[in-house]
């Protein structure tokens, strides 16, 4: 696909398989192919990696970071679980909005948490609303321990943000959605893997081994959940879609 942008004609033309697409530069439908293609190639020079949350690293668009608080702030869970903890920004991210709220706490599990980024966790302000378990999110030891910390009856939203394979996230959808209480969600993260495959940084395989496969399959096999982006509760643009790096990952119990 070849983009061109003219900023003398105030127009974005798009040349895909010898079909061409000429849009007014200030238009909605230019604005997601110009996003597109700016999540793309700010993922490849790890635009991602420049930023931090209280203090700590935090690999996330921020984006989806917002966008997750919407979520989050409307749902209020009493429990957020999130596999994948890298540096801990993310569980101090979360951690911090249920301090805010007033309610709610982190469970956080990695297969490796390594012992700096351990004690800069557990030295952070936020940690008493965290709790940390090392080993792989997929084990039945590991996932007994998550479901132990649960108590009857609590509000449970999950994100998967370890390992990206397909079939990892498919077994970690088996291992959690039960956990997922009515109107909230498990998220499957990452998913933009399907459209960086080509990308310098980006791996063959990812153009089917990506999170959006797992999640799909998943639903089809679960009607209980639905795949869906959660509404915006503020708009006042003509947009409607996500910049993410989350795509098809919001899945919705019903």
Sequence with gaps: MKITIDTDLE???????????TLDLFSDEAFEIISGQ???????????????WMGRPIIQLP???VRTQEVI??????VIV??????????????????????????GVDIEIRPHNRKAVEEHEMFDLITMIEGSSIDSDIVGQVKALIKPG????????????????????????????????IVATDGSMKDLYNAPRGEADWIWNHPTAAAE??????P???????????NESGLSKNITHWPGAWLRRE
Excluded at 11 to 21: G, I, P
Excluded at 73 to 78: A, F, H, I, L
Excluded at 224 to 234: R, V
């Design 82 to 107: 999130e596999t994948g903890i890298a540096h801990g920004g993310s569980l101090i991210y979360y951690a911090s909005l249920c301090k805010a709220m007033g309610k709610g706490r982190v469970i």
């Design 73 to 78: 702030y409307r749902v209020k869970p009493d």
């Design 154 to 185: 609590e509000t449970v939203l999950v994100i998967l943000d370890s390992n990206h394979t397909k079939q990892h996230v498919a077994d970690e959808l088996e291992a959690y959605h039960d956990l997922v209480t009515k109107d909230s969600y």
């Design 217 to 222: 399959e998943f639903a089809e096999a679960h």
């Design 224 to 234: 209980e959940f639905a795949i869906e982006q959660p509404a915006w509760p503020f």
């Design 11 to 21: 127009q974005l033309s798009v040349d895909d398989n010898e079909v061409q697409t």
């Design 38 to 52: 700016w999540a793309k190639v700010g993922w490849n020079q790890r635009y991602v990696y420049t930023f931090s």
């Design 63 to 65: 984006e989806d970071m």
